[in-house]
T-cell receptor, first 111, second 116 residues
Framework: DAKTTQPNSMESNEEEPVHLPCNHS???????IHWYRQLPSQGPEYVIH???SNVNNRMASLAIAEDRKSSTLILHRATLRDAAVYYC????????????FGTGTRLTIIP | GAGVSQSPSNKVTEKGKDVELRCDPI?????LYWYRQSLGQGLEFLIY????????KSGLPSDRFSAERTGGSVSTLTIQRTQQEDSAVYLC??????????????FGNGTRLTVT
């Protein structure tokens, strides 16, 4: 499986934007970039995914570098509820349907 | 609509006993996954179902672990002769498409298993 690299932890102030980076230099052409988050005592929650173009949804935005070797999850206005572990995962192609979770980034929101 | 449902939410069992964990996926979802998460650790993949068949069982840690899925819906994860190292949260997820790599996974809140 292609690997991703994320910072272990980040802090952000409430009501400010948050940019969570992810490096994936060995990404293949068929790999989608998925982001999930896990709040305390809950199962992971889907956030967003994309292939080449930037993506927006009600939760976040995903900015994908032109060479696809890195991406950034953007939370436009962090709230206390956004405190979680954020996972960046590559997923692609038949026979590779499972998600392989790394250690993720623990995001702390400062009131 | 209803999400992925897992039961029981908590299970305490004695070492050596067998346990069954149940997962009800979102209606119509063809793909189903089992993961486990030990305290303070990351998520560990166990098994993946597409319909009733399991094309990827690579994460099952030993032959004490088995899983089945019937009618393309409910799945049961069985752990025989439980050991203390089996203590973890067991998470189930489902997704809607055969092209699973392009469909999000929806997770349940898990079954917390404690082996005493």
């Amino acid at each position: 499986d292609a690997k991703t690299t994320q910072p272990n932890s980040m802090e952000s102030n409430e009501e400010e934007p948050v940019h969570l980076p992810c490096n994936h230099s060995t990404i293949s052409g068929t790999d989608y970039i998925h982001w999930y988050r896990q709040l305390p005592s809950q199962g992971p929650e889907y956030v967003i995914h994309g292939l080449t173009s930037n993506v927006n949804n009600r939760m976040a935005s995903l900015a994908i570098a032109e060479d696809r070797k890195s991406s950034t999850l953007i939370l436009h206005r962090a709230t206390l509820r956004d405190a979680a572990v954020y996972y960046c995962i590559l997923r692609g192609g038949f026979g590779n349907e499972k998600l392989t979770f790394g250690t993720g980034t623990r995001l702390t929101i400062i009131p | 609509g209803a999400g992925v449902s897992q039961s029981p939410s908590n299970k305490v069992t004695e070492k050596g006993k067998d346990v069954e964990l149940r997962c009800d996926p979102i209606s119509g979802h063809t793909a189903l996954y089992w993961y486990r998460q030990s305290l303070g650790q990351g998520l560990e993949f166990l098994i993946y179902f597409q319909g009733n068949s399991a094309p990827d069982k690579s994460g099952l840690p030993s032959d004490r672990f088995s899983a089945e899925r019937t009618g393309g819906s409910v799945s049961t994860l069985t752990i025989q002769r439980t050991q203390q190292e089996d203590s973890a949260v067991y998470l189930c997820a489902s997704s809607s498409s055969r092209d699973a790599y392009n469909s999000p996974l929806h997770f349940g809140n898990g079954t917390r298993l404690t082996v005493t």
